[in-house]
C-alpha cells in the first residue's frame, strides 16, 4: 500500500466548504488503494486570533499555558476533518501531534522535533483509517504540550513522512508551488518546476513562506522529497529534493519584514552575546558582529513577547545599543552568487535607483541581503526580480 503524506494550511481548511474540498480530495486518494495521512494547520486567523486574546490578558504571556492554547487550533481542524471524511461513510480518526508520535525538545513557543514514534499511526492506516494529525505540536520530555512555531505544521508532515517512509510527502497551499518571487508582490514571478534542498532552505531562510525552513532542513538530513503543491488542483506544482541544477543561476527573490535591528555602539563581543540571549538565537536572522561588525538583525516571527525583550533591551542597554524598528531585508538567491563581484555590484547599483537607501548588505552561502526599510521592500523586490530573474530568463530564451 502506497502511503501519502499530504499537508494543508490554515488557509486550506478555514471554512466548512474548504474541509469539505479537502476531504474530498482525502478521500479520492483513500479509494485508489493508499494509506493516507493528512496534517492541518489551524483555520484562517486562529493562532493569531488565540495569541491576541492572551496577550490582551497578560502582555508577555507564559510560554507553557500559551503552548497549550495555541495547539487547540490545530486540533479543532482535525477533528472536523475527520469529522467531514467520517460523514462520507469512510472511517478517519483525529490525533494530537502527542498521540501520533511527535517528540520534540522541552522550549516552549519554537520546540525542535527530537524523534517520531508513528506506531498509533501504523496502526490506523493499518486498520483502514484516513489519519488527520494535528500539525504544529508534539510533546516535550516531562510530558508538557509543546509548540514548533511558525510553520511548524510543514515540519510536522515531512518528520511523519520520514518516519512513515512515505512514498509522497505534499505540502498543500493556496499557491500552486515555489515561485521565483511572492506573486502578490511581483506581477512576472514564475513558478520553479524544482529546487534543490540547498536553494530551497535559501528562500525559505531569507523569507520565502510557502515551506518551513525547519521542514525542509528535515527534509534534506531524511532524504525525503517535498511537493510543494495547490490545495484547490492537480497542477504540477514544485518538487524539492536533492538534485542539483547543471548551470548556476538566482532562482528567486525574497524578503523579510517585522525586522528589528541591533545597532551596537561599538564592536563588543560579549555585548552581542548578552543581547542575542536576551532576545533568543533562535530569532536572531543575521549577527555581523562575529566579524567585526555592529549589526545583529533580529526576526520577531517567531517572537511574540519581542515588545517585553524590546523593553529589557532599552533598559538594559540603553547607551551601548539602539534598536532600530520597521525593517526589512531583500536577498537574491542562487548558486555561487556570495562569490559573485558582478552580483553585488548589480545589487547596489539596483537599489541605489530607489527613493529609500540600502542600509547595508551581507553574503551568507547562495545568497547576497541588502538591509532596507521596511516600506522600500516592495519594490526593491520587484527591482531585483526584474534585474536578475526577468533579464536571466530572456538571455536564456534568447
Known amino acids: 500500500m502506497k502511503t501519502i503524506v499530504q499537508k494543508y494550511g490554515g488557509s486550506s481548511v478555514a471554512t466548512d466548504e474548504k474541509l469539505r474540498h479537502v476531504a474530498d480530495r482525502l478521500l ?5 488503494g493508499h494509506g493516507v495521512v493528512a496534517i492541518v494547520s489551524a483555520m484562517g486567523d486562529t493562532t493569531n486570533n488565540l495569541l491576541e ?37 469512510v472511517p478517519a480518526v483525529a490525533l494530537t501531534g502527542s498521540q501520533a508520535g511527535i517528540h520534540t525538545s522541552a522550549k516552549h513557543l519554537n520546540a525542535r ?8 499511526v501504523h496502526e490506523e492506516l493499518a486498520a483502514g483509517r484516513v489519519v488527520v494529525v494535528a500539525g504544529f ?13 511558525r510553520g511548524g505544521s510543514d515540519t510536522t508532515a515531512v518528520a511523519l513522512a520520514a518516519a512513515l517512509d512515505a512514498d509522497t510527502c505534499d505540502i498543500c497551499s493556496d499557491v500552486d508551488g515555489i515561485y521565483s518571487a511572492d506573486p502578490r508582490m511581483v506581477d512576472g514571478a514564475l513558478r520553479l518546476p524544482s529546487l534543490h534542498y540547498d536553494e530551497m532552505e535559501a528562500l525559505a531562510r531569507h523569507g520565502a513562506k510557502v515551506l518551513d525552513l525547519r521542514a525542509v532542513a528535515y527534509a534534506k538530513k531524511h532524504g525525503v ?5 495547490s490545495s484547490s488542483h492537480e497542477n ?9 541544477r ?38 536572531v536572522y543575521f549577527d555581523t558582529t562575529a566579524n567585526g561588525g555592529r549589526e545583529i538583525l533580529i526576526s520577531t516571527l517567531n517572537m511574540p513577547e519581542h515588545e517585553h525583550v524590546c523593553k529589557q533591551l532599552s533598559q538594559e542597554f540603553s547607551k551601548r545599543l ?40 551581507f553574503s551568507t552561502p547562495d545568497t547576497r541581503t541588502c538591509v532596507v526599510e521596511e516600506n522600500a521592500v516592495p519594490p526593491a523586490v520587484r527591482a531585483l526580480h526584474r534585474r536578475f530573474v526577468e533579464h536571466q530568463s530572456k538571455m536564456a530564451a534568447a
Request: glycine letters at 10%; charged letters at 20%; one cysteine or more.
Open 137 to 149: 505540536q508534539g510533546i516535550g520530555p516531562t510530558g508538557e504540550i509543546t509548540t514548533l512555531g
Open 322 to 361: 539602539t534598536l532600530v524598528h520597521d525593517v526589512g531585508s531583500v536577498s537574491i538567491v542562487g548558486s555561487g552568487v556570495e562569490h559573485s563581484d558582478e552580483s553585488a555590484s548589480s545589487l547596489r547599483s539596483t537599489l541605489n535607483k530607489q527613493p529609500h537607501p540600502l542600509q547595508s548588505m
Open 113 to 120: 522535533i527530537k524523534n517520531v514514534t508513528p506506531g498509533r
Open 53 to 89: 486574546l492572551a496577550q490582551g490578558l497578560n502582555d508577555n504571556p507564559p510560554g507553557r499555558e500559551l503552548d497549550l492554547l495555541l495547539s487547540s487550533g490545530e486540533r479543532i481542524s482535525s477533528s472536523l476533518l475527520a469529522m467531514a471524511i467520517r460523514a462520507q461513510g
Open 236 to 244: 504540477k506544482g514544485t518538487l524539492v529534493h536533492g538534485e542539483r
Open 246 to 283: 547543471k548551470q548556476s543561476q538566482v532562482v528567486g527573490v525574497t524578503s523579510l519584514t517585522k525586522l528589528i535591528k541591533l545597532q551596537l555602539a561599538e564592536a563588543d563581543a560579549s555585548l552581542a552575546r548578552d543581547a542575542m540571549s536576551l532576545c533568543g538565537p533562535d530569532n
Open 225 to 229: 522529497t517535498i511537493h510543494a503543491r
Open 28 to 32: 479520492a486518494l483513500h479509494r485508489a
